[in-house]
């Protein structure tokens, strides 16, 4: 139904006005007891080869939402109901900010791909965190934290600092993104001294709390080898708990659009099918170079069981949905769910 009737009703919408209109669709019919129940009658699929346990936490599947898409924290409970395993919120900021000008956010249909340069645009870390409070689902909640625009990258670490004591209390997860390519500078982080500095910083304060929760990095699918080796050697030396594997990618191949045509939308982050390769060939390296010596969440290009297995069988312990999600529907969820059950 998804593909036949709404999938085409949105994509007359610009974009950004079609997510809006989703959250809107969400808000009417996922937040009240019968429509969830409707959703888990005809999303939900469980079964015990599905339970994952990482972390400290366990999944009732393997199957995330990316960051990105519930920025704000507006939606978890309702989208827990689609199926997924968990939900990622953010990339949350100290300061709410209105991101990058618009038009920001750009479909590639022929492609299943999507261009964005959103710049974390989010209503600051602390209004997430009120809603984050009225929980009313288990649902396994990760925190995307990033910086500001306006904050220089020598004060970075304050605002990682901030969201991360801000959201202590009210995510099960953290997840250090430093890879986004519409925030000014901010990719400059992941090189070996500063992530090094930054991620010993937040795991200090980690250590600190009574009990301490489990903080993931966020990497971006451009990176060489030889970055990705510097990526293997800072979880090592800081002892961070996992890596995502990956963000968008400025990289423009393949696509099947002229250049013309992608030089007028402009710069921006690309996601969906054209980055399916590029997130498992890295997952894979990660896995192989480490010797499987930490969890990988894998996300990129995710449009079929098939893409999830292959990202799976490539090393991937966990896998995040988002463009899929936004070309497949919510059927996706469980069709990957019953291929992973069957291997």
């Given at each position: ?277 590029r997130s498992t060939e890295v997952i894979k390296y990660l896995k192989t170079h480490s010797n499987n010596s930490f969890p990988i969440i894998g996300v990129g290009g995710i449009h079929s069981p098939k893409d999830a297995i292959e990202k799976i069988q490539a ?29």
């Amino acid at each position: 139904m998804y593909k036949l009737f709404i999938k085409p009703l949105l994509f007359k919408f610009n974009p950004e006005k079609a997510h809006h209109l989703v959250f809107a669709l969400i808000g009417i019919f996922l937040s009240n007891p019968i429509g969830r129940a409707i959703s888990r009658l005809i999303f939900n699929y469980s079964h015990s080869k599905l339970e994952k346990k990482l972390f400290g936490l366990t999944f009732k599947n393997p199957i995330g939402l990316a960051a990105g898409l519930d920025k704000d924290a507006k939606a978890f409970d309702e989208l827990g109901a689609l199926g997924f395993g968990f939900i990622e919120i953010g990339t949350l900021t100290p300061k709410a900010q209105s991101g990058n000008d618009k038009p920001r956010l750009f479909r590639l249909p022929n492609d299943h791909a999507l261009i964005n340069r959103m710049g974390f645009n989010n209503e600051g870390v602390d209004a997430a965190v009120l809603k984050l409070k009225k929980k009313k689902t288990n649902i396994i909640i990760g925190g995307n934290i990033g910086k500001n625009k306006i904050t220089p990258n020598e004060l970075a670490t304050q605002d990682y600092e901030y969201c991360f004591n801000a959201l202590f209390d009210v995510v099960d997860y953290f997840v250090v993104n430093v890879s986004s390519p519409n925030t000014p500078n901010l990719r400059e982080l992941q090189d070996k001294q500063p992530l090094t500095d930054l991620l010993n910083h937040l795991q200090n304060i980690n250590n600190k709390k009574q009990k301490r929760k489990p903080i993931l990095l966020k990497i971006a699918p451009d990176l060489t080898n030889s970055q990705l080796d510097d990526i293997i050697d800072i979880v090592r030396l800081t002892r961070i708990d996992g890596i995502v594997a990956t963000n968008t990618t400025i990289a423009r191949e393949p696509l099947s659009y002229s250049k013309a045509e992608i030089e007028a939308i402009g710069m921006g982050g690309l996601s969906g099918k054209p980055l399916t390769k590029r997130s498992t060939e890295v997952i894979k390296y990660l896995k192989t170079h480490s010797n499987n010596s930490f969890p990988i969440i894998g996300v990129g290009g995710i449009h079929s069981p098939k893409d999830a297995i292959e990202k799976i069988q490539a090393g991937a312990d966990l896998i995040q949905l988002y463009t899929g999600f936004i070309y497949e529907g919510p059927s996706l969820i469980k069709q990957i769910n019953k291929a992973l059950v069957k291997l």
